[in-house]
């Protein structure tokens, strides 16, 4: 377990630090772009080296829808290009923001990752009059 943190670890400090690249990409997917269609919207990634990916084969987990009430529900999603996933959501609502593993300790694991085997940070974006706004992890 400690191992593949230090990779990582080293992988980011290599390329960050010392500008030497030792993968492609030394992060996880994060979001480049939302594009809503009908009731469904689309997010397209960066950082994904050769693609996204559904680490365990099941089905993405943990994104989510959250309306101006501040009620919760859980999106469908999926990935339909090397680096675009979709996500829906079976009530009928209004979104005002969609956010993935927006939680400290997301159980069952997260599942998103890019090729080169990094998972997707944790975020939440702010959806209104289409303009999108972002909150990274450490706003929690």
């Known amino acids: 377990l400690k191992k593949p943190v230090g ?6 400090a290599l390329h ?13 997917p994060t979001v480049a772009s939302v594009e809503q269609k009908g009731s469904t919207w689309l997010l397209t ?4 080296d050769g693609g996204v990916m559904v680490r365990d084969g ?7 829808f959250e309306d101006a009430s501040g009620d919760v529900f859980k ?3 999926e990935v339909i290009g090397a680096n675009v996933v979709k ?11 969609v956010r993935y593993a927006w939680m400290p300790y997301p159980e ?7 090729a080169a085997g990094y998972p997707a940070s944790p975020f939440q974006l702010h959806l209104k009059n289409n303009l999108v706004t972002s909150s990274a992890a450490t706003s929690q």
């Open 58 to 64: 099941d089905a993405l987990k943990h994104f989510e």
């Open 16 to 28: 960050q630090t010392y500008q030497k690249v030792s993968k492609v990409v030394a992060v996880g």
């Open 87 to 97: 996500i829906s959501c079976r009530q009928k609502l209004s979104p005002t923001a």
């Open 108 to 114: 069952p694991p997260v599942n998103f990752f890019n």
């Open 75 to 77: 999106a469908d999603a």
């Open 45 to 48: 990634f960066d950082h994904c």
């Open 7 to 12: 990779e990582r670890l080293a992988d980011l």
